[in-house]
């Protein structure tokens, strides 16, 4: 009895993982043209609200918050964007242009720097991928590195976090 239920499931999964395959297979995949068009429209005004830790740093305390806000994101050429930046974190809050590598795993962008001094905060390698309204990546500073991760705002989104009628 139990390997007919077994059987009946594994049909119904591998069935409807086909059906999806099938449906992917026959959307074409949008252009490059279309994915920047689409990277520089969410990340232009917006905010990425989150946190980021330090492997190896025991605490009790919550997580540590970050906070970048973007002006205007536009591709330069090549791999190479400008971001408008403030960067918040800890004690530090800075405002810088930044130009920046964004490479890109099949349709998702991966904002990429390797040792690049940032004024006013260090050098700083990082990998963060940006997909559907949310960030994560990983960075590292010399002699110390973690996770950062969170979410990607815009003003019209601000009050998506409060609950109906306020």
Request: proline share 5%; hydrophobic share 40%; with cysteine.
């Amino acid at each position: 009895m139990i390997r007919i239920l077994m059987a009946g499931v594994c049909s119904l999964v591998l069935g409807g993982m086909a059906a999806a395959q099938e449906k992917a297979a026959s959307t074409p995949a949008p252009s490059q043209e279309e994915l920047d068009k689409r990277f520089a429209e969410t990340m232009s005004g917006a905010t990425l609200v989150g946190n980021f830790t330090v492997v190896g740093l025991q605490s009790d305390k919550p997580l540590k918050e970050d906070r970048y806000t973007l002006g205007k994101v536009k591709k330069l050429q090549g791999d190479l964007w400008s971001f408008e930046a403030r960067i918040q974190y800890g004690d530090h809050d800075v405002t810088l242009p930044l130009a920046l590598p964004v490479k890109w795993a099949g349709d998702t962008p991966v904002i990429s720097v390797s040792n690049v001094a940032f004024p006013g905060l260090g050098t700083y390698s990082a990998r963060v991928v940006v997909d559907h309204g949310w960030y994560a990546g990983t960075w590292y500073g010399g002699t110390h590195g973690g996770h950062l991760f969170g979410r990607i705002t815009h003003d019209k989104d601000k009050d998506a976090d409060k609950p109906a009628g306020k």
